[in-house]
């Protein structure tokens, strides 16, 4: 069994930080592409950005230039830095992954963290 675990959420005022973490575990073989999504409600579900083993990323326009999306191979961690948060930010993020066990490759989902930017 795979899981992501992710942690870092929280109430933030526009224009502060926040750092999401997300720690996959497991019987892992080998871990390929890594994202954030995100979900604010009566939305739906949107990629944030995501970042393949080799390093390349890709983000959602909304995101460009305040977000940062990096990875530590070594710990099987994922992290989504965060600046310049606006209201239309908040949202449930969700980590995800392309998971290689023995058995297969498919994708894996994290249970979400809550980020609410508000004053």
């Known amino acids: 069994q795979v899981q992501l675990v992710e942690s870092g959420g929280g109430l933030v005022q526009p224009g502060g930080s926040l750092r999401l973490s997300c720690a996959a575990s497991g019987s892992i073989v080998r871990i390929h592409t890594m994202g954030w999504y995100r979900q604010a409600p009566g939305k739906e579900r949107e990629l944030v950005a995501a970042i393949t083993s080799g390093g390349s990323t890709n983000y959602a326009d909304s995101v460009k230039g305040r977000f940062t999306i990096s990875r530590d191979n070594a710990k099987n961690t994922v992290y989504l830095q965060m600046n310049s948060l606006k209201p239309e930010d908040t949202a449930v993020y969700y980590c995800?992954?392309?998971?290689?066990?023995?058995?297969?490759?498919?994708?894996?989902w994290g249970q979400g963290t809550q980020v609410t930017v508000s004053s």
């Open positions: 995800t992954g392309t998971i290689s066990t023995i058995y297969r490759t498919t994708g894996y």
